[in-house]
């Protein structure tokens, strides 16, 4: 994919940023999940009281791509205030190998642009999966 298209994926997570909804830990995070034809759904953190009942920002794109009918995935973008690219949580990590593919690349953006291009499976590797169970 050219450059520009991977710029403008990394704004509109930008964007998406700027909606968290942070008065507990004041940690804005965006993200862009891009469909297989290109349609693209960006997420923000949403936060609760019981902070358990927060969404992540990842997790927020994932479910409205998934809920508005969208089943392959291309890429996705993480944007965080990080000093270096942002780390996704563990439960994230988890529902991303739900829907995306194991090699699908994951960009990872901390503050000043600092970026780490990796993939599902080394976010989680060794991960469960409905393969675990359905074969
Ligand atoms: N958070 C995300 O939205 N995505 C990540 O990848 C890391 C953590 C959020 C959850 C919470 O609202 C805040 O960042 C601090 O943990």
Known sequence: MENKTRDSWI????????????????????????????????????????FGLTN??????????VSDGAKEFQYLVIVGDTEGPISPCGACRQVVAEFCDQDMPVLLVGKDSEMKETTVSELLPYMFTSKDFND
């Open 11 to 50: 704004h509109l997570a930008q964007d998406a940023k700027r909606n968290a909804y942070i008065p507990y830990s004041h940690f804005p995070v965006g993200a862009c999940l891009v469909t297989k034809d290109g349609q693209t759904f960006t997420g923000c953190n949403i936060e609760n009281a019981s």
């Open 56 to 65: 992540c920002a990842e997790r927020t794109a994932i479910f409205k791509a």
